[in-house]
T-cell receptor
C-alpha cells in the first residue's frame, strides 16, 4: 500500500516568516501534486511535478520533487495571511489511476 | 470553461433514508472519484470509476454505491444513511497525469 506522510500536521506562524512543508513516501510516483484547500471549498491544484529533482516556483511558493521521486517539499517565502489553508500533497502513477493523498498540513498565518 | 459540479451543497437527512449526491463534470475525464473528508482523517476514497459502466470500491465503501452510465456523471448513493456518514463529500475527476479537479463539496448531516 502506498502512503504519503506530510509534516508538520499543523503550523501557525507570523506574517513574513518562511516555512517548509514535507511530503514523504517509501514509494515512487510518476507525478506529485500539491493542492490548497480553503474552508468550505474543494482542494485546488497548485502544481504538478513529474521529473526527479524538478523545482517549480509559483510566486512565493517553491515546490521540489525528490531525485528518487519519493518525496517533495513546499517552501513558502514571506508568508501572508492569504496563504492560510490546508495544503495537501498527492502522488499519482502512470495513467492517473488513483491518487494517494497525504493527510495535509494546516497552515495559519497571523497578521 | 470545464468544471465539476456537485449537488446539493448541503443536505440534512434522517437515519435510514436513502440519499443520492450528484456529481457532474465537463472535463471529459474518464476517471472519477468520490471522497469523504473528516477532521483527523483527511480525504478518504469511497468509490471510483475508470469509465462508463466501470465502478470500484475504495477504502471506505461500506454503505455507499455508485453507478456510471455516462462519462459526465457519477452519483453517490447512501443506501440507508447512518450518523457515521455525516461528513463533507467531494467528487473529483482526474487527468492522465493524476491531476485531480474537485467539486465544491456536499456537506451531509445525518440526524
Amino acid at each position: 500500500t502506498q502512503l504519503l506522510e506530510q509534516s508538520p500536521q499543523f503550523l501557525s506562524i507570523q506574517e513574513g516568516e518562511n516555512l517548509t512543508v514535507y511530503c514523504n513516501s517509501s514509494s515512487v510516483f510518476s507525478s506529485l501534486q500539491w493542492y490548497r484547500q480553503e474552508p468550505g471549498e474543494g482542494p485546488v491544484l497548485l502544481v504538478t511535478v513529474v521529473t526527479g529533482g524538478e523545482v517549480k516556483k509559483l510566486k512565493r511558493l517553491t515546490f521540489q520533487f525528490g531525485d528518487a521521486r519519493k518525496d517533495s517539499s513546499l517552501h513558502i517565502t514571506a508568508a501572508q495571511p492569504g496563504d492560510t489553508g490546508l495544503y495537501l500533497c498527492a502522488g499519482a502513477n502512470t495513467g492517473g489511476f488513483k491518487t494517494i493523498f497525504g493527510a495535509g498540513t494546516r497552515l495559519f498565518v497571523k497578521a | 470553461d470545464a468544471e465539476i459540479t456537485q449537488s446539493p451543497r448541503h443536505k440534512i437527512t434522517e437515519t435510514g433514508r436513502q440519499v443520492t449526491l450528484a456529481c457532474h463534470q465537463t472535463w471529459n475525464h474518464n476517471n472519477m472519484f468520490w471522497y469523504r473528508q473528516d477532521l483527523g482523517h483527511g480525504l478518504r476514497l469511497i468509490h471510483y470509476s475508470y469509465g462508463v459502466q466501470d465502478t470500484n470500491k475504495g477504502e471506505v465503501s461500506d454503505g455507499y454505491s455508485v453507478s456510471r452510465s455516462n462519462t459526465e456523471d457519477l452519483p453517490l448513493t447512501l443506501e440507508s444513511a447512518a450518523s457515521s456518514q455525516t461528513s463533507v463529500y467531494f467528487c473529483a475527476s482526474n487527468s492522465d497525469r493524476g491531476e485531480q479537479f474537485f467539486g465544491p463539496g456536499t456537506r451531509l448531516t445525518v440526524l
